[in-house]
């Protein structure tokens, strides 16, 4: 079966590509079908998601996965939380957002933090059943960034247990770890099941 990503990220495309395959799923990214991007005017993660994921599947015809990701620090009210690609405003940097967040701790105890990511899948625009998942990835904020690889606030998302940032792991092992890891094995073990469901409307 092929489903359509509500994403333009590439990263994102071959991760997910990579878990969903062995699934039967040809993952096509948006952009083949000239999707334009849909805005993501609303406070929580969800919500964002499943916007993405109905845009999508409204404009290809096809089931949509769509997914909405942040960094949420309970001290700051759970900022940047949805926020998190534009904290600094724009044009959106992760070295200003970066700074922001530190400049926003720095009189701050607890450093405590956590990255969530909230998957939504639809099988049309209309599906009143999508399918949702999510998952969480605790560490802290430190004060210097370390480690190269990653993305976004990773440089300075430090793993208790491990000591070490997000930016220092290798890739396989951020993805076992880590939030969209979680979120995305929680969807695969659905899948199966919700795909083989036809959504009533009526009750
Ligand atoms: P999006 O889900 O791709 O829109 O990501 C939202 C923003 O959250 C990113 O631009 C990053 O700032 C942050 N973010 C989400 N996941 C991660 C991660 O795994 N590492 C670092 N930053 C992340």
């Given at each position: 079966m092929r489903i359509v990503l509500a994403s333009g990220n590439p990263g994102k495309l071959r991760e997910f590509s990579a878990l969903l395959e062995p699934h039967g799923l040809e993952v096509l990214p948006q952009s083949q079908f000239n999707v334009p991007e849909c805005a993501?005017?609303?406070?929580?993660f969800v919500e964002n998601a499943l916007a993405k994921a109905r845009h999508a599947a409204g404009i290809t015809g096809l089931p949509a996965l769509a997914d909405d990701s942040g960094l949420c620090v309970p001290a700051l009210?759970?900022?940047?939380?949805?926020?998190?690609?534009r904290f600094a405003g724009e044009p959106c940097s992760d070295e200003r957002n970066n700074a922001l967040l530190l400049e926003r701790l720095?009189?701050?105890?607890?450093?405590r933090a956590f990255y969530v990511c909230v998957l939504v899948m639809v099988?049309?625009?209309?599906?009143p059943f999508p399918l949702i998942s999510d998952g969480e990835w605790h560490g802290e904020i430190g004060f210097e960034p370390r480690g190269s690889?990653?993305?976004?606030y990773d440089p300075y998302f430090v793993l208790r247990e491990m000591?070490?940032?997000?930016?220092?792991?290798?890739p396989e092992l951020k993805n076992a770890l880590s939030h969209r890891g979680s979120a995305l094995r929680h969807l695969i073990a659905r899948l199966p099941e919700w795909f083989a469901e036809t959504p009533r409307t009526d009750s």
């Amino acid at each position: 079966m092929r489903i359509v990503l509500a994403s333009g990220n590439p990263g994102k495309l071959r991760e997910f590509s990579a878990l969903l395959e062995p699934h039967g799923l040809e993952v096509l990214p948006q952009s083949q079908f000239n999707v334009p991007e849909c805005a993501e005017p609303h406070h929580t993660f969800v919500e964002n998601a499943l916007a993405k994921a109905r845009h999508a599947a409204g404009i290809t015809g096809l089931p949509a996965l769509a997914d909405d990701s942040g960094l949420c620090v309970p001290a700051l009210g759970g900022a940047p939380g949805v926020y998190s690609a534009r904290f600094a405003g724009e044009p959106c940097s992760d070295e200003r957002n970066n700074a922001l967040l530190l400049e926003r701790l720095a009189d701050v105890a607890d450093r405590r933090a956590f990255y969530v990511c909230v998957l939504v899948m639809v099988r049309h625009p209309d599906d009143p059943f999508p399918l949702i998942s999510d998952g969480e990835w605790h560490g802290e904020i430190g004060f210097e960034p370390r480690g190269s690889g990653g993305f976004g606030y990773d440089p300075y998302f430090v793993l208790r247990e491990m000591g070490q940032t997000g930016a220092e792991l290798a890739p396989e092992l951020k993805n076992a770890l880590s939030h969209r890891g979680s979120a995305l094995r929680h969807l695969i073990a659905r899948l199966p099941e919700w795909f083989a469901e036809t959504p009533r409307t009526d009750s």
